[in-house]
């Protein structure tokens, strides 16, 4: 857990902090010494993937997470051998590093010295353990134990409060818009998604794991027109608020997965303003059906927020949409217009296969944009129920009846009919404002369950569910802004700027370039890959030529001639 300037080197030579009933020691020379003199070591080990988690925490402290990170503590350990925020830090590494399961940690985390030296454990905490607790219950023995099992990682995970969690994601939002890595207007995309379970999961107060039934397609990927047949979903739902220029989560919250969409809609984008106010502001926001609620849409509208959003097909708004827009189509034929009605076209050039096989072909998308549409239900009160007064006026909304998408046939009454606050004429420019919400559910839930593993959750219980969804999507935020300071830090350094971030991580490059950390009992060393090779008894002719020999490496690290026979 480096500070400014610190490379792994640094970090491991302080891994002798003791906390647990034995320690290994960092000791260069004597390494050296024997390596030489027995040509024999217990393992060795790169530094890469140390470096990068290095300079990502190191990140998490520049931009101000790491109190955040720090104060998830529940403090109901009684004892404790070691801080909890090691236990979140290697959360981190978790879902940063993709890791599927809580089981598959200990051999990819837990038993990797570099790794865990991060977290402030040495090499013989790594093979031992951190403490005896558990060894008397073993029956088989293993060769690497990890300073701490997994098993002990989820039941301190799953005590963090919900409250924490949700300091604990919206605090690193406005760091991240601290850092700048938005733009000045937003146009969001509000979506709900399932976490899902199985009924076996433990709830928090003993109740049945919360379940819906609904219509799903069956997973033969050999039909994908499969006919859809009624399942039993069980688990639990997330609201989210996505970016998706800089592909990062705004805010969340998590309920059951019978509540229905707009049930948290306002306030999850309520609290996406909040995240960003002062930095970034909501220009608009691209939702799905589950959102249409005359009362949810009447409030983010006195937001001043415009809104995207496409009607259902039973509705008569959308009816009368299509009535119009298949009359305006007719008159474009015609060389003529309908009043309040804009035709367009867009053919869009695409490649298809490639080599000999490549062939264009061109796809038509046809918009039709209505003006003034009046909707009944879309007030404050949330229905229809007030249209019968005499001051009743509806709220007058544009349309835009999608008749052909991307040279698809058309197909009568299926026509897409948007609904909007935008004032534009163009209804290309509702149509691309909602086309954005696609990208959610590739780039932000899709890619959360399939490669973040999402629904693997680390306890099976509702707990293990809420932690795991703002661990994953804390995540995807962190390294969405980690990424972009980066790009920010090496466009400043081709510019000639010598930013604080840029220097610390060629201090990182430069000391970890061709490193390796080696062990012999109790003791390891660190050497750049030549050095090992010619303390093994390796000719690099290369470092021969550069006057390197196994003499001049050994003085380097102070043992002296007679100490080698």
Not at 405 to 433: I, M, N, S
């Amino acid at each position: 857990m480096g500070r400014r300037g610190q490379t792994p080197d640094d970090l491991r030579t302080r891994l002798g902090e003791i906390c647990g009933w034995q320690t290994a020691t960092r000791d260069d020379r004597q390494v050296a010494q024997e390596l030489h003199a027995t040509r024999a070591i217990e393992r060795v080990h790169g530094l890469d993937e140390a470096a990068f988690f290095d300079e990502f925490f190191h990140y998490l402290k520049t931009i101000g997470v790491w109190p955040l990170l720090a104060g998830l503590d529940p403090g109901k350990r009684l004892g404790p051998l070691y801080p909890f925020v090691q236990l979140v830090l290697f959360t981190l590494m978790r879902c940063v590093g993709g890791v599927q399961s809580m089981l598959a940690t200990h051999d990819l985390l837990l038993t990797d010295t570099a790794l865990m030296g991060l977290l402030g454990f040495n090499a013989y905490q790594v093979e031992h353990g951190a403490t005896a607790r558990g060894l008397g219950q073993r029956t088989a023995p293993v060769s690497v134990r990890g300073p701490f099992s997994y098993e002990t990682v989820a039941d301190n995970l799953v005590a963090i409060t919900p409250a924490a969690l949700v300091e604990l994601f919206n605090g690193a939002v406005r760091c991240l818009a601290r850092q700048g890595v938005f733009a000045k207007h937003l146009d969001v995309v509000l979506d709900a998604t399932d976490d899902e379970a199985t009924p076996t999961y433990q709830t928090d107060d003993g109740r049945p794991v919360p379940h819906v039934v609904r219509e799903k397609r069956p997973e033969v990927r050999a039909n994908r027109h499969a006919k859809k047949v009624e399942v039993t979903v069980y688990g639990w739902k997330l609201w989210i608020v996505w970016d998706p220029q800089s592909k990062i989560p705004l805010a969340l919250t998590i309920d059951d997965i019978n509540e229905p969409d707009n049930k948290h809609a306002y306030a999850v984008l309520a609290q996406a303003r909040k995240n960003v106010a002062g930095y970034a502001t909501l220009r608009s926001v691209a939702l799905d059906r589950g959102f249409l609620d005359g009362k949810l849409l009447s409030a983010i509208e006195a937001d001043g927020i415009l809104i995207y959003i496409p009607a259902k097909s039973n509705m008569t708004v959308t009816q009368e949409a299509r009535g119009i827009a298949r009359r305006a189509a007719a008159a474009a034929a015609l060389g003529r217009t309908v009043e309040g009605c804009v035709y367009r076209e867009r053919h869009d050039t695409v490649t298809r296969s490639s080599g000999q096989k490549a062939r264009t072909e061109t796809r038509t998308t046809t918009l039709v944009g209505i003006g003034e549409l009046p909707c009944d239900w879309w007030n404050p009160h949330g229905s229809d129920s007030q249209a019968n007064r005499k001051d009743f006026l509806p709220t007058l909304v544009r349309a835009t009846v999608v008749l052909r998408w991307d040279g698809a046939p058309k197909e009568a009454e299926k026509e897409v009919v948007l609904l909007t606050t935008d004032p534009a004429t163009d209804p290309f420019v509702a149509f691309d404002a909602y086309d954005e919400r696609s990208r959610i559910e590739n780039s932000c839930n899709r890619e959360a369950k399939e490669h973040w593993f999402l629904e693997h959750h680390p306890k099976r219980s509702e707990a293990g569910v809420r932690v795991h969804a703002y661990f994953v999507l804390l995540c995807m935020a962190l390294v969405a802004g980690f990424r972009a300071h980066k790009s920010q830090s090496d466009e400043a350094e081709r510019r000639g700027q010598d930013l604080g971030i840029t220097r610390y991580r060629r201090a990182l490059e430069r000391e970890n370039r061709d490193k390796v950390v080696v062990f012999i009992g109790e003791r390891f060393g660190i050497f750049r890959s030549y050095e090992f090779a010619l303390l093994a008894g390796i000719t690099v002719k290369e470092r021969t030529l550069m006057g390197e020999t196994v003499e001049t490496v050994l003085r380097r690290y102070g043992v002296r001639g007679s100490d080698t026979s």
